[in-house]
């Protein structure tokens, strides 16, 4: 969604009723409490069922997810809201809601008609939803007027590009939005935590369609069953005991005998309309370039059960940097400091140094305000003749994220990596940070894969990016088309 507009549902047997957005009313940050179907008081109504049914070809998936809830603790109407975590790359095609024997369907509307409509369907009793966008990976709706015993179902389906993780193609269902510090400036969070009606479970399938014969499945966070299709590129993925805990993203990689090949899907639809995907993965080896390397590292209170995976992402990037650099540390939470007060020499001594420093680390520093930290850094000089690398180390848990990676898109201060830590960190956040610093986003469930990812993610840094690229279009039976105008800055894979 472009942040003008919201998506506005529309009863199918009562068009002429209006219906408008209401802002929550303020509540304290305990009473905000979660992602699925709250009061606006806070107070969650029971999930019944929850059920998730995703194709994933190629590099493309398309998800459809279907919740039911159930308003029996309810004892008077209340208006509730809807609040639940999408994928940073997804895009909703369809939403729909069933209340009371009504279905409503989503509708494409100016945030200010929208608001409108709602607000006065709300005053006259009846039912009505708006779908606003908070963050890139957390949607919120409003569904109006709920009344006790009612039950609720709501069907959303969005379509996403996946990432390639190595070799594999990935793809992600985020199930949780973890807490989220809010920086004194915000106005609005976006408050989720553990929601107990989440023990529920959720049933997961999945069936993949890849360009060429599957080699490998596998989860780093889940425990998965598969089934063969009756090609070598088919397969269907499901959560091995049927449900799980809405408690972290699942991610599942697959690998393809020719992972890296170019290749061009066409599909044709019922009504005759054609779409095609041409899918390019660029495989460059460049010259390695002399590095200042900074790593700020998140040590807020939302990182205790995610700080020995950052102390040890911190110690395999040091032990391996190359010999010729520099390197400063910088902790952060409501405040931040550097363990020098410039970056310096890489040598046995620093070295040393650095790592009993880091293994004194812990979550002690309050909030997460990784802006200030950011600003410091990317506002500093650069080493003559030695290319900055700023590598952040977060779960990602703040609010303020579009003001984050506005920051770093305006500055000029070196490449920002960025690496996600726990089940639940932001891709928001942290691919943001990444795509604006012109830099990689990585991200570690769970300290299984941290080697392998902090490796790559060191071994990009030491690659030059690339500049001033062009696409030319060559067409079959005529001369080239124009070349595309040059995009931005984009590191070397």
Request: some cysteine; overall charge neutral.
């Amino acid at each position: 969604f472009a942040s003008f507009f919201s998506l506005l549902l529309l009863k199918r047997r009562s068009s002429a009723k209006k219906m408008m957005h209401v802002r929550p009313r303020p509540v304290s940050p305990r009473a905000r409490c979660c992602w699925g179907l709250v009061s606006l008081a806070g107070e969650p109504i029971s999930l019944v069922s929850a059920a998730v049914h995703a194709r994933v070809i190629d590099f493309a998936c398309e998800v459809e997810v279907t919740q039911v809830y159930s308003a029996n603790g309810l004892t008077a109407n209340t208006e509730a809201k809807f609040i639940f975590p999408l994928d940073e790359h997804a895009a909703v095609t369809s939403m729909e809601v069933r209340l009371r024997d009504e279905v409503t369907v989503a509708q494409l509307k100016r945030k200010e008609e929208a608001k409108r409509e709602y607000d006065s369907a709300v005053a006259s009793g009846h039912s009505a939803q708006m779908l606003e966008e908070k963050r890139g990976d957390v949607f919120e709706m409003h569904i109006g007027n709920i009344h006790p015993n009612d039950k609720c179902q709501v069907k959303i389906t969005y379509v996403a590009d996946l990432r390639v993780s190595g070799a594999a193609v990935e793809f992600v269902l985020p199930t949780a939005v973890a807490p989220r510090y809010s920086p004194a400036s915000e106005r609005d969070p976006v408050g989720a935590g553990a929601l107990t009606q989440a023990q529920l479970g959720l049933s997961v399938n999945v069936d993949l369609d890849m360009a060429s014969a599957i080699v490998g499945v596998r989860s780093p966070t889940h425990t998965i069953a598969t089934t063969p299709g009756h090609t070598l590129e088919k397969m269907s993925v499901a959560l091995a005991a049927g449900v799980t805990y809405l408690d972290k993203d699942l991610v599942i990689l697959v690998e393809t005998a020719t992972p890296h090949a170019p290749r061009l899907l066409v599909q044709t639809s019922a009504t005759g309309r054609t779409a095609a995907m041409l899918s390019i993965v660029p495989q460059l080896t460049l010259e390695a370039v002399r590095c200042e390397f900074v790593f700020i590292v998140d040590r807020s209170g939302s990182m205790s059960d995610k700080i020995v995976d950052a102390r040890n992402a911190l110690q395999l990037y040091m032990r391996s940097l190359p010999a010729d650099c520099y390197f400063n540390i910088i902790s952060f939470g409501n405040s931040f400091t550097k363990l020098h007060p410039a970056s310096v020499k890489y040598s046995r001594e620093t070295l040393a140094s650095a790592a009993a420093h880091i293994d004194s680390m812990s979550a002690n520093m309050g909030g997460t305000e990784i802006l200030q930290p950011l600003s410091s850094v990317l506002a500093n000089k650069e080493i003559e003749g030695y290319a900055r690398q700023v590598f952040v180390l977060t779960d990602g848990e703040v609010s303020n994220t579009k003001e984050v990676i506005n920051h770093i898109a305006r500055a000029n201060g070196g490449r920002v990596f960025a690496l996600g830590l726990g089940p639940s960190a932001s891709r928001e956040l942290v691919e943001g940070m990444a795509r604006a610093g012109h830099g990689t986003a990585l991200f570690v469930p769970d300290s299984s894969e941290l080697q392998s990812k902090v490796i790559q993610q060191l071994r990009d840094s030491l690659q030059p990016a690339i500049t001033d690229l062009a696409v030319e279009w060559i067409a079959a039976d005529g001369p080239a088309a124009a070349p595309a105008a040059p995009a931005a800055p984009a590191p070397a894979p």
